[in-house]
């Protein structure tokens, strides 16, 4: 069974950072990945997706020049490093993968385009 386990959440004041770690079963290479994040009362929204063939990442705008996201096949993991935090990232955090292929060269931040996910890891930025 294709698993995703997130780990490096936590609370934090704001403008520190934290980088969040999914580790999988088996290797995303060559599979689109994706981060998404859903705040208490609002719906999981895509906030970063890398295509599979490594050639197009989005970010939305609002953790443009905040978040990278990077991944290590060695290790089967990828990573959201999250900088300069504000309480508005505030929310429960998602990796996921896109299992069956269904994009190469391309992205997307809709939950449609995934087929793995993890389990969800809290940030809480405040002071």
């Known amino acids: 069974q294709l698993q995703l386990v997130e780990s490096g959440g936590g609370l934090v004041q704001p403008g520190g950072s934290l980088r969040l770690s999914c580790a999988a079963s088996r290797s995303t290479y060559r599979r689109a990945i994706g981060w998404f994040r859903q705040a208490p009362g609002k719906e999981r929204e895509g906030i970063a997706c890398?295509?599979?063939?490594?050639?197009?990442?989005f970010l939305v705008d609002s953790i443009k020049g905040r978040f990278t996201i990077s991944t290590d096949n060695a290790k089967n993991t990828m990573y959201l490093q999250m900088n300069n935090l504000v309480p508005e990232d505030t929310a429960l955090y998602y990796c996921?993968?896109?299992?069956?292929?269904?994009?190469?060269?391309?992205?997307?931040?809709?939950?449609?385009?995934?087929?793995?996910w993890g389990q969800g890891i809290q940030v809480t930025v405040s002071s």
């Open positions: 996921a993968v896109d299992w069956r292929g269904q994009r190469y060269t391309t992205c997307t931040t809709s939950t449609e385009g995934y087929d793995g």
């Open positions: 890398r295509s599979a063939d490594y050639e197009y990442t």
